[in-house]
């Protein structure tokens, strides 16, 4: 049986629960949930807004990024707030009557509309040998879709931090372990991490100290988060088929494109999944690569399942 891995862009995330892409960031949708998530949003706006007017209407989004970045202690940290925020809104709730993100294995989780699509995409590929996961997003729709006992971050039986399994009583029962087969590197970072922790839920993207990697023209990739990338590259080293679903290949994602480049030598097919697929980018990234494509589902699914049983015939 051949081997597969999934690569999943912020298209994904977009067509599964409407999370936005880049272009639609600032699209100011967030909920503030008190006065000081109002603060720091009319504190963006007002940012936002500034920028525009000294660049003459420059809305290119990681141009923003970059500046708020570089301008303030303040904004750096409002900036970095508000992209993980603006991703954790579907998912907040109140518990306890404190705000916070729904765990991993909460069953409310698995009942949002989007994660209900994720896992019924994921359903598709039983019986088909999946070597992994690979994603730039920082949203929890694959584990919430997979749960603990679907999923690792490449270690399987990792032990996650914060709230313990019942989320009323938090203190009681045991810490949920990553039991599951799928490996999961999730290469720019997570609402769930930080720079020492992995959590059973999304808190970093309220508390806005995630470990990510911001949409900046030069993005940087910290050192805490190279196990993610060598795991990245396991996954696509040891595949031979690979589906690629609303990834952008944005030029500027160089050393993202370059790890894709080099991991995914082996490969011997690719299936773009995608409304506008980007060819050309592809075929930089897996030139000598025999590449298909196929609309998102429900459209496409039928194709899908007959490139992973039958590949490009």
């Known amino acids: 049986m051949e081997k597969v891995s999934l690569i999943l862009g912020a298209g994904f995330s977009k067509r599964a629960a409407n999370l936005p892409v880049l272009k639609q960031l600032f699209d100011w949708r967030v909920r503030p949930r008190n006065t000081r998530e109002q603060r720091r949003i009319g504190f963006i706006r007002s940012m936002r807004e500034l920028w525009e007017s000294k660049t003459r209407g420059d809305r290119h989004p990681e141009r923003f990024v970059s500046h708020m970045l570089r301008f303030s202690d303040r904004s750096r940290r409002a900036i970095l707030w508000y992209i993980t925020r603006r991703l954790s809104d579907p998912f907040i709730a109140t518990i306890l009557g404190g705000m916070q993100v729904l765990m991993i294995d909460d069953r409310r989780a698995g009942q949002h509309r989007g994660v209900a699509r994720t896992r019924r995409f994921l359903q598709h590929f039983r019986g088909v040998q999946?070597?992994?996961?690979?994603?730039?997003?920082?949203?929890?729709?694959?584990?919430?879709?997979?749960?603990?006992?679907?999923?690792?971050?490449?270690?399987?039986?990792?032990?996650?931090?914060?709230?313990?399994?019942?989320?009323?009583?938090?203190?009681?029962?045991?810490?949920?372990?990553?039991?599951?087969?799928?490996?999961?590197?999730?290469?720019?970072?997570?609402?769930?991490?930080?720079?020492?922790?992995?959590?059973?839920?999304?808190?970093?993207?309220?508390?806005?100290?995630?470990?990510?990697?911001?949409?900046?023209?030069?993005?940087?990739?910290?050192?805490?988060?190279?196990?993610?990338?060598?795991?990245?590259?396991?996954?696509?080293?040891?595949?031979?088929?690979?589906?690629?679903f609303g990834f952008s290949f944005s030029p500027y994602d160089r050393a993202l494109l370059a790890l894709l480049k080099r991991g995914g030598r082996n490969l011997e097919s690719v299936l773009l999944v995608d409304v506008e697929p980007k060819v050309s980018g592809a075929r930089a990234v897996f030139p000598s690569v025999k590449i298909t494509c196929c609309p998102p589902p429900p459209f496409g699914l039928d194709r899908i399942k007959s490139w992973l049983l039958h590949g490009d015939r």
Request: with cysteine.
């Open 130 to 244: 999946i070597c992994g996961i690979v994603t730039p997003n920082y949203d929890l729709l694959v584990e919430y879709a997979l749960g603990t006992r679907g999923f690792n971050y490449g270690k399987v039986g990792e032990v996650l931090s914060g709230r313990g399994k019942n989320p009323i009583f938090p203190w009681q029962g045991a810490w949920p372990r990553l039991n599951g087969t799928v490996r999961l590197a999730k290469l720019h970072g997570s609402t769930s991490w930080d720079s020492k922790n992995r959590y059973t839920d999304g808190r970093c993207g309220l508390r806005g100290n995630a470990l990510i990697v911001l949409p900046e023209h030069r993005k940087l990739v910290p050192g805490s988060l190279r196990s993610t990338w060598d795991l990245a590259e396991s996954i696509l080293d040891s595949s031979q088929k690979a589906i690629v």
